[in-house]
């Protein structure tokens, strides 16, 4: 058994500490948390703590912190096991003090009270040493992922196409359900195109996929569509992704 | 049996025509195609033609042509029986001629070469006499879709909302699927992330799912992606929207 202990109480460790609970090959032994107050529900089956000097050794130490708080953490943390940060952004060096170090990022989304699954979840993974590979490849095993060795740099690009297609993916559905909204159409009938949208992307292609008066330089719909919309901000962005849209296809 | 005339040869057409010809309640009379070669494969179970003059009287007319030719194709044809063009940045009264107007929008994407489907799609209907209503419904229903009455004003709406969430959300797909490859990152890791995106906007809201760095204003993370971007173009549209997000959070 690979004992582990889990730093930090967000929504992710919450997730670690639901998976690994049930997990016959790692022994989660002890979770911090700065405000103990967040894990004490489980106090009966583990041991918890709110200060870092506390913590036990362990083979692994996971940790779930805020991006900011990573170097400040890790430093405090005095063990022959190995400390790994699950932050999409954040280089592995990182981590401070002596400790073996590495990166394990699950390429995911994740919101407070929302379900979530580590089923067939890529992580990316980094370690200072290659020796220290294992541990966290059979960690993304167990926990029903794939394992994928990714360095600080790549990771780095990998956080940033996420932006574009999650938080940037999801803030266009957000302008769009507003409109609709404001305009009394019932969201629902977006869906089945939600749908299709993505299906397709992944199915042909994004760049077979595109449709729409941007591609076919339909300017007529364009400017009708841009005297439909009020606010200058998303005029703008109209405009932006139209153009957009035709310079990539001219590439 | 309510006989219908097809008049294009595009994709949607040809999905009409294939649903259309299992139909117990519509019968498809006639195809029109200005290039006739398109539709001959079915020469043997229906009667076809490339002359508009030629169209047989029936009790509908599908305009599937592009939005361009619709006043010229509409005006055409002479018939008691009700035109409707299909098309959802075109007003109704785009259609010419005497004959009875309507419109029958579905709202989906359609693309050469992908399956697609008219299950629980939403239609959008609009006639000029409400009488003519009835029959469009009768035909979304058919095509197992649903029926909504929509007027030229509010479809217009619903065609740019559809511009947003379908062109301009797989735009960003393709960004981000170019930086992958640029970067030799396979994009099936973002598979999973992709289809989050779109679970969790539809389930808890586009609002609620939001997350990344624009939402939090952190701005390291930020400066850091920009970094990253080679192309001023896309940089400019990161930080667009990373702007864009921030302000409909403040609303």
Redesign the interface.
Known sequence: MTKTVLVGAGHLAFHFQNQLTKSKKFQLIQWYSRSIEKVTFSQKKLDITDQLYQLKEADLYLICVS?DAIASVSKKIETEGLVAHCAG?VPLDRLKGPSKKAVFYP?????K??D?SFE???FCIETTAASDQKILQDLAEELGGTA?KIDSQ?R?????????????????????????KK?N?PFE??????????A????????????????RH?QK?ID??LS??DDK??K???I??T???Q??HEQ
Do not use: C, R, W
Request: proline fraction near 5%; charge should be positive.
């Open positions: 991006d952004g390429l995911q989304t994740f919101t009270g929302a979530l067939q979840l890529p994928h790549k780095a690009m990998i956080h940033l196409i996420a932006v574009f297609l999650n938080n940037f993916g999801n803030h266009l559905l957000h302008l769009g359900n507003d409109l609709a305009n159409i009938i977006f869906h089945p195109l939600i749908h299709e949208t993505f397709k992307a992944l199915s042909n292609g994004p760049k077979n996929a595109q449709t729409g008066p941007a591609l339909d719909t009708k569509h439909l919309l901000d998303i703008k962005l109209y932006h992704l153009y957009s849209i310079k990539k």
